[in-house]
């Protein structure tokens, strides 16, 4: 864990994790500069829950421009039926990635967000909360997933063995 920049540019994976809100995160990476640090990264990068949101052009968790890595819109669930923020349990489908290397369909992965980030041709794996999310997405050396792996049990642990081996 670290936000010396010299550290990152030398790692030779970054994961790069989340729990907050997306404005308060991005200003802190714009004073320590690691918002352009990141943005050049050329080793794999994951991100988890906020760091996936904050990869994205833009999150409406008080109108924040973010890293504009993947060119998605963050969207805040809104429903009455619906549950926010998503916590708990939740199956993933569509898995195209290397992060899914033996990770059955439907499998359960622990979520706990009240964003979500919109579907496009970066979904490598999918969700539905009322509507189909982005559950992870990749692109070039970066790829990122709602979900926390460190809290999905066997499942999270190899997906993120997977993204060792990347």
């Known amino acids: 864990l670290t936000d010396d920049a010299e550290i990152l540019k030398s790692a030779d994976k970054v ?3 989340g729990v907050g809100e997306a404005s308060t995160a991005m200003r802190f990476l714009r004073e320590k500069g690691l918002d352009e640090v990141i943005k ?3 080793q ?3 991100g988890i829950c906020l760091g996936m949101q904050l990869l994205c052009e833009f999150s409406e968790e008080n109108s924040t ?3 504009e890595i993947f060119p998605y819109q963050v969207r805040r669930f809104v429903s009455d039926d619906l549950k ?3 916590m708990g349990w939740n199956t993933i489908y569509n898995l195209k990635s290397p992060l899914f290397k033996d990770i059955p369909e439907h499998s ?5 967000h009240s964003f979500y980030v919109e579907t496009g041709a970066a979904t490598v794996a999918a969700c539905d909360y009322e509507l189909d999310f982005s559950a ?3 692109r070039q050396n970066f790829y990122a997933v709602q979900f926390h792996a460190e809290k999905s049990g066997a499942v999270g642990e190899k997906i993120l063995e997977n ?3 990347i």
């Open 15 to 17: 994961i790069f994790p």
């Open 40 to 42: 050049k990264l050329t």
């Open 44 to 46: 794999p990068v994951l």
């Open 65 to 67: 421009e973010c890293l």
């Open 84 to 86: 926010v923020p998503q």
């Open 108 to 112: 359960f992965v622990y979520f706990v």
């Open 136 to 138: 992870a997405i990749h």
């Open 163 to 165: 993204f060792l081996k």
